[in-house]
């Protein structure tokens, strides 16, 4: 997971985009937009944390930050 790499998702897709890029992931089908990442995998990684800060970020009514930091902090809690 690239910090760098979804900040550029958030600033730079719609969640429509951003979910659609999430189906065509999981078909293994062509992207219409530009995804880094390694592999499919890390791909799906930056999406989704996309989306979910996204999600945050309107109905939260809180910046990226925030929402970055929140999801950041589930992530880690869903490891350990």
């Given at each position: 997971m690239k910090i760098p790499v979804i900040?550029?998702?958030v600033e730079?897709?719609?969640i429509e985009a951003l979910m659609a890029a999430e189906a065509a992931i999981?078909?293994?089908?062509?992207?219409q937009i530009e995804v880094e990442g390694e592999d499919e995998g890390e791909q799906l990684t930056h999406v989704l944390a996309a989306v979910w800060i996204?999600?945050?970020?309107?109905?939260?009514q809180v910046d990226f930050k925030t929402a970055l930091r929140e999801y950041t902090q589930k992530v880690r809690t869903s490891i350990s």
């Open positions: 900040k550029k998702l730079t897709q719609s999981l078909e293994e089908q062509e992207l996204l999600n945050q970020m309107h109905h939260q």
